[in-house]
């Protein structure tokens, strides 16, 4: 599943254009992700949260060549799923 | 932040549209998610991140309480991967 396949989805449900489904789901995307600049963790409801984390600087090594090299500090997004979709998933069969 | 402030904003940004639309339209999104992942699909969103089910083996564990040894089955479990964009944009001075 891709954005297109979003993007009609929400074409089918709301009455909207198809290019009006689209700047909608950019728009959705990127308040998102202002959010997440400003530090800020999301939590929606039913499916799961987003938290952005800050990874200090450390020694890592290049896999290919083996070379030692620092893996710059930054900062990452991580994503818990929420207990009702993490035991809906786990119904599952492997 | 939460779904309905996430919501609150959205709605701010587009003219034209309810904040009830509005509300269709994200919980439309992560339902579809929700929807793709059960049966099995990959969802990737470009600029954001994927999401996917991994398999992880049987194992042993221990309940922490009583030290009880016990069998955790074959199960599913979802992973996000973030996406490029959204890693420069978080880590860009």
């Known amino acids: ?94 | 932040m939460t779904k309905s402030v996430l919501i609150e904003k959205v709605s701010e940004k587009i003219e034209g549209l309810t904040k009830n639309q509005t509300e269709i339209v994200v919980e439309t999104v992560f339902d579809s998610i929700k929807k793709a992942l059960m049966e099995g699909e990959k969802i990737e969103i470009r600029g954001f991140g994927n999401f996917r089910l991994k398999t992880r083996k049987p194992r042993k564990a221990r309940n922490p309480k009583t030290g009880e040894s016990v069998d955790v089955p074959w199960k599913k479990v979802l992973y996000f991967k973030m996406g490029k964009a959204l890693r420069e944009a978080l880590n860009s001075d």
Do not use: C, W, Y
């Not at chain 1, 600049?37 to 890592?60: H, P, Y």
């Not at chain 1, 994503?79 to 069969?93: A, R």
């Open chain 1, 1 to 94: 599943m891709t954005k297109a396949d979003l993007v009609d989805a929400i074409f089918e449900k709301v009455g909207l254009s198809k290019k009006e489904a689209q700047d909608i789901i950019e728009i959705l995307f990127d308040t998102i992700k202002q959010t997440f600049k400003e530090g800020e963790s999301i939590k929606i409801s039913g499916f799961g949260t987003f938290n952005v984390r800050k990874k200090l600087a450390r020694r890592g090594r290049n896999p290919k060549t083996g070379e030692d090299l620092e893996i710059s500090p930054r900062r990452v997004v991580t994503f818990s799923v929420s207990n009702q979709l993490k035991h809906e998933i786990e119904k599952l069969d492997v």
